[in-house]
Nanobody, 125 residues
Framework: LQLVESGGTLVQPGGSLRLSCAAS????????IVWFHQAPGKEREGVSC????????YYTDSVKGRFTISRDNAENTVYLQMDSLIAEDTAYYYC???????????????????WGQGTRVTVSA
């Protein structure tokens, strides 16, 4: 069971990136997915989550209006579209999958079962 993040790179402020979280060895259909980021010297923080049904989505305040999470169960992949990037978005980004009480549930806690290795996003001129 594996999650693999991709799409991280160096981007200028104001630019966009799309991160991907692909699963292998299991299907994401029944899992809530969360994206975290961790900047140097800081704690891991939940950025956005999407429920297994896709009907519930949350964003942390700092990315509202700039980031969009989506899932494509046919591709077994979850995406994080990141627009209007700022220097403070620089971090490693991780995705995680977990089973929640209801198909409509997700949260930005660390209570997820499967984790990827992360992808690095650097926002700099």
């Amino acid at each position: 069971l594996q999650l693999v993040e991709s799409g991280g790179t160096l981007v200028q402020p104001g630019g966009s990136l799309r991160l991907s979280c692909a699963a292998s060895g299991f299907t994401l259909d029944y899992f809530a997915i969360v994206w975290f980021h961790q900047a140097p010297g800081k704690e891991r923080e939940g950025v956005s989550c999407i429920s297994s049904s896709g009907g519930t989505i949350y964003y942390t305040d700092s990315v509202k209006g700039r980031f969009t999470i989506s899932r494509d169960n046919a591709e077994n992949t979850v995406y994080l579209q990141m627009d209007s990037l700022i220097a403070e978005d620089t971090a490693y980004y991780y995705c995680a999958a977990g089973t929640k009480s209801y198909p409509s549930s997700c949260d930005l806690s660390l209570a997820y079962d499967y984790w990827g290795q992360g992808t690095r996003v650097t926002v700099s001129a």
